[in-house]
């Protein structure tokens, strides 16, 4: 449910329901649903069938989240397509992610990172390796993040380079950017 209350606009106050990225983060919630069942005749049933809709959107819309992920609450993608999540890595809650994001490995199946809560993914990124991404911290578009980024920091580049997040000027009418 609280996947579904990042889809609604901070502007206009409106459900944006013609977002397709929707579909994919719901189909990712039954399938690790399913994976908790313990009967299981009825865990293979609905594994079997819920394949088929994983595989047709997994193609259509070019988003693959497996089941073995682990997602917090609050999961938002905007837009679409090119999006690649490890099997094995994990995300934390309220974090939000752009087209074009791939989080993998980089030398062995099992060196994924591990995304911290209300991080921010820009368009295009590579997160890579047995790395920590951590809480609020913003990784900027086609950036490609090989090492840890702290709390409360930015991450630009390729190879990504670090900047601590700036505060926010109280003392001027403009507001300036957080990095």
Sequence with gaps: ???????????????????????????????????????????????????????????????????????????????FGGIVINPIAEIGDNCSMHQGVTIGVRHTYIDVPKIGNNVTIGAGAKILGDIRIGNNAII?????????????????GVPAKIFPKKNIDTDSDKTKTPW
Aim: hydrophobic fraction near 50%; charge should be positive; avoid cysteine.
């Design 1 to 79: 449910m609280s996947d579904i209350r990042r889809y609604k606009n901070d502007f206009t106050k409106k459900f944006e329901w013609n977002e397709p990225s929707l579909i994919a983060i719901i189909l990712y919630r039954i399938g690790a649903s399913i994976r908790k069942i313990k009967f299981t005749p009825f865990r293979i049933i609905l594994t079997i069938k819920h394949i088929q809709f994983i595989a047709f959107f997994s193609i259509f819309l070019g988003i693959s989240i497996p089941r073995g992920v682990k997602i917090g609450k609050g999961f938002r993608i905007y837009h």
């Design 140 to 156: 900027g578009a086609n950036a490609v993040v090989l090492i840890d980024v702290p709390d409360d920091y930015i991450a630009v």
